[in-house]
């Protein structure tokens, strides 16, 4: 009897021991684990929340971002304008941005470069079944945000159709969710927009009459001040190989494995789930010269540049050449 308590004793005594061995490897592991992660420098991003974010999300939540050793940190911003102030406080290290804000930047000072372009989009839509192209919007109102890529994608698009910018009459309204409602309630004939409010507005009835990618116009860019590209060049490289992972991810995978991911950071109607297409992305790749002449060209016009500013000066080669 006594041989078989003193076995039960031995026996929990033993069970406790291995507990406890397992427990301090758990917190060795996890302390491990935990300090693995701090050593992994972080690269901070101010996204809008528009297609062209998509990447680098799935970038972040598949883990390509570490494998490449880099930890992206993403912060979506419902504004160009609340993502500017973020920038301009130091508190991001890059941000999706255009070609206008890029000459804007640069105006007042900043020392900001394009590292690649981006895969963005702005389709014009209206609900005026008269107008069936953009040559009809002679004499109409159009929705735009003055000064901005809104502006100068329009100002493409008429020069494409015969037309300037004299030729329409603009309503500016800089918020993206009002240009929508306002169109939709024929309280204008057409307006500029990114998604996903191009799929929200379709679903609605509204037309399409052109978009960058149909008039071959792209300002979309991402751009990191030279202070950051100087101290952070590997990390920015490594982005850029984790961008690329995710684009073979989104290309061999099927749409609904991640089209949850998308709707939450995008910002699309569940409603609307089937009727989401995402672009056929392709890996990064440096801005066009002759995209950032013409959208600086145009930003003279305006007087929102008046410095003569080298391609040298806004284009950086940290990953891409020129």
């Known amino acids: 009897?006594?041989?078989?308590?003193?076995?039960?004793?031995?026996?929990?005594?033993?069970?406790?021991?291995?507990?406890?061995?397992?427990?301090?490897?758990?917190?060795?592991?996890?302390?491990?684990?935990?300090?693995?992660?701090?050593?992994?420098?972080?690269?901070?991003?101010?996204?809008?929340?528009?297609?062209?974010?998509?990447?680098?999300?799935?970038?972040?939540?598949?883990?390509?971002?570490?494998?490449?050793?880099?930890?992206?940190?993403?912060?979506?911003?419902?504004?160009?304008?609340?993502?500017?102030?973020?920038?301009?406080?130091?508190?991001?290290?890059?941000?999706?941005?255009?070609?206008?804000?890029?000459?804007?930047?640069?105006?007042?000072?900043?020392?900001?470069?394009?590292?690649?372009?981006?895969?963005?989009?702005?389709?014009?839509?209206?609900?005026?079944?008269?107008?069936?192209?953009?040559?009809?919007?002679?004499?109409?109102?159009?929705?735009?945000?003055?000064?901005?890529?809104?502006?100068?994608?329009?100002?493409?698009?008429?020069?494409?159709?015969?037309?300037?910018?004299?030729?329409?009459?603009?309503?500016?309204?800089?918020?993206?969710?009002?240009?929508?409602?306002l169109l939709k309630n024929k309280k204008s004939d057409a307006a500029i927009l990114p998604e996903p409010f191009v799929t929200m507005g379709k679903a609605s009835g509204l037309q399409v009459l052109s978009s960058t990618k149909l008039a071959g116009v792209n300002p979309f860019i991402l751009a990191f001040p030279q202070e950051v590209i100087s101290a952070k060049s590997k990390e920015i490289a490594a982005m850029y190989a984790a961008y690329d992972d995710a684009v073979e991810y989104l290309k061999s995978h099927d749409q609904a494995e991640y089209i949850d991911l998308i709707i939450k950071e995008i910002g699309y109607p569940e409603t609307l789930k089937d009727e989401i297409t995402v672009p056929e992305y392709v890996p990064a790749y440096q801005v066009d010269v002759k995209e950032v002449e013409a959208a600086f060209a145009w930003a003279k016009e305006k007087g929102l540049l008046t410095k003569d500013i080298s391609l040298e000066e806004v284009i950086s080669d940290v990953v891409f050449k020129k």
């Not at 690269?43 to 050793?69: C, M, R, Y």
């Not at 508190?91 to 900043?110: P, Q, R, T």
């Not at 994608?153 to 300037?164: C, H, I, N, R």
């Open 1 to 181: 009897m006594r041989n078989s308590k003193t076995k039960q004793v031995i026996m929990v005594l033993m069970l406790v021991v291995v507990i406890s061995a397992l427990a301090v490897g758990c917190s060795t592991n996890k302390e491990a684990n935990s300090a693995e992660d701090k050593e992994i420098p972080v690269l901070s991003l101010g996204l809008l929340p528009s297609i062209d974010a998509i990447p680098f999300i799935i970038a972040h939540e598949q883990g390509f971002d570490k494998e490449h050793g880099v930890t992206l940190n993403i912060e979506t911003f419902k504004s160009a304008k609340d993502r500017d102030v973020a920038f301009q406080a130091d508190k991001l290290d890059g941000i999706s941005a255009d070609l206008v804000a890029l000459a804007i930047y640069n105006e007042a000072g900043l020392d900001v470069k394009a590292t690649s372009t981006t895969f963005g989009e702005f389709d014009l839509l209206t609900g005026n079944d008269e107008i069936k192209d953009v040559k009809d919007l002679k004499g109409k109102s159009v929705i735009l945000s003055k000064n901005t890529s809104t502006e100068y994608t329009v100002a493409m698009m008429l020069k494409q159709a015969g037309l300037s910018e004299a030729d329409i009459n603009v309503t500016e309204v800089p918020q993206i969710p009002t240009r929508l409602e």
